[in-house]
């Protein structure tokens, strides 16, 4: 989240930025990575809304985001419609059109080529 928290402090004032918290990546009740076990980032697939709202606020305070952060509903429907999970960076512009999708993360995670997708919108 790094690279994403400095891009945010650099256009909050300027673009609205929203981390959307979907369903669990990596549960524990699910497909665990070793990395998630290294890290003690060790939660079950959310059952309920709460759980899901839960969650999203421990990793907002332990991993020190400061990105407003939406939650999904449990129906998942945002995340099926974009292709969300586990992670994704999108830019809207200001017509309600996708002016930048990302590819899949952690693998495909850009944040510079995004940053320039945001620099061009701003200009």
């Known amino acids: 989240m790094g690279r994403i928290e400095e891009i945010y ?3 909050r004032d300027r673009v609205e930025f929203l981390l959307v918290y979907t369903r669990e990546a990596h549960p524990t009740d699910g497909w665990q990575t070793d ?3 290294k890290d003690n980032v060790l939660l079950t697939q959310h059952q309920s809304f709460g759980e ?3 969650a999203a606020g421990t990793c907002s305070r ?3 985001i400061s990105v407003p952060i939406l939650i999904e509903e449990m129906d998942n429907s945002g995340d099926e419609a974009y292709g969300a999970a586990p992670v994704r960076l999108y830019l809207i512009g200001t017509d309600g059109k996708v002016a930048y999708q990302g590819g899949a993360g952690p693998h495909f995670l850009d944040p510079s080529e995004w940053e320039q997708a945001i620099k061009a ?3």
């Open 121 to 123: 919108a701003v200009n």
């Open 62 to 64: 332990d991993l020190h």
């Open 35 to 37: 990395r998630n076990i």
């Open 52 to 54: 899901r709202e839960d």
């Open 9 to 11: 402090s650099r256009y």
